[in-house]
């Protein structure tokens, strides 16, 4: 179990993460459109199956050896209409599903959640990535508005990417601290425990 009390180093992180994410530009606050520094139409490495990767702008982690650096400015990026997104996924009927990358998808948890309810009410499976953990995102779910994102999230690799644990590679993970956690059955347990997935020897379509 993480430590996330307020005395533990990566409770101290998340807090200064949360106080700062509380300064937000507005234009980040928006439920039609999303601030993006990139997308990937077909990938096959970020998730199960065959995904469309959309990576979002702004992260305020800054985790040592973060491999999209260029994506942790909240001035940078595009924006892009959320069911402009989903026109561009429709044109591939190969998809299994889309990824929500970063950045940190989590800073624009209202466009990001309306992306994530309408590819799932469209049938794909949504992946997201964030820094924060899984217990965070629960914690402060309600004052910051994160709850439609995990709501409409299947898979969430959780955590702050950490240098010193990203051998051996992981499928899907950066770094071993981070976890693959079905959010569906974790929050159906009702002890919100985190239902983690081992997806290290796993082949093939896993959705
Ligand atoms: S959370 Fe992800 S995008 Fe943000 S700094 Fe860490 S590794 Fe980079």
């Known amino acids: 179990m993480p430590d ?7 409770g101290e992180h998340l807090e200064k993460s949360l106080r700062e994410s509380l300064c937000l530009p507005e234009n980040l606050r928006d439920e039609k ?4 520094a990139g997308i990937v139409e077909e990938s096959f490495s970020d ?6 990767v959309v990576f979002a702008q702004g992260c305020r982690h800054r985790c040592p050896g973060c491999h999209n650096p260029e994506t942790h400015p909240f001035a940078g990026g595009q924006k892009i209409e959320v069911r402009d997104v989903l026109r561009r996924m429709r044109k591939n009927p190969l998809l299994d599903g889309i990824t929500l990358s970063g950045g940190d998808p989590f800073e624009q948890a209202e466009g990001f959640g309306a992306l994530a309810e309408l590819a799932k009410k469209n049938g794909y499976h949504v992946m997201t990535y964030t820094g924060y953990l899984f217990e965070f995102l629960l914690e402060h779910g309600e004052e910051r508005g994160w709850g439609r994102l995990l709501t409409w999230t299947d898979l969430l690799v959780d955590g702050p990417f ?3 644990r990203r051998f051996p590679p992981s ?7 981070q976890r693959i956690i079905d959010v569906q059955r974790s929050l159906s347990w009702g ?8 997806m290290s020897c796993r082949h093939g379509p896993l959705i």
């Open 4 to 10: 996330l009390s307020p005395q533990g180093h990566l």
């Open 33 to 36: 459109a999303i601030k993006i």
């Open 47 to 52: 998730g199960p199956g065959i995904r469309f």
């Open 162 to 164: 950490d240098l010193a």
């Open 171 to 177: 499928r899907f993970r950066g770094s071993s601290n």
């Open 191 to 198: 002890a919100r425990d985190p239902r983690v997935v081992d």
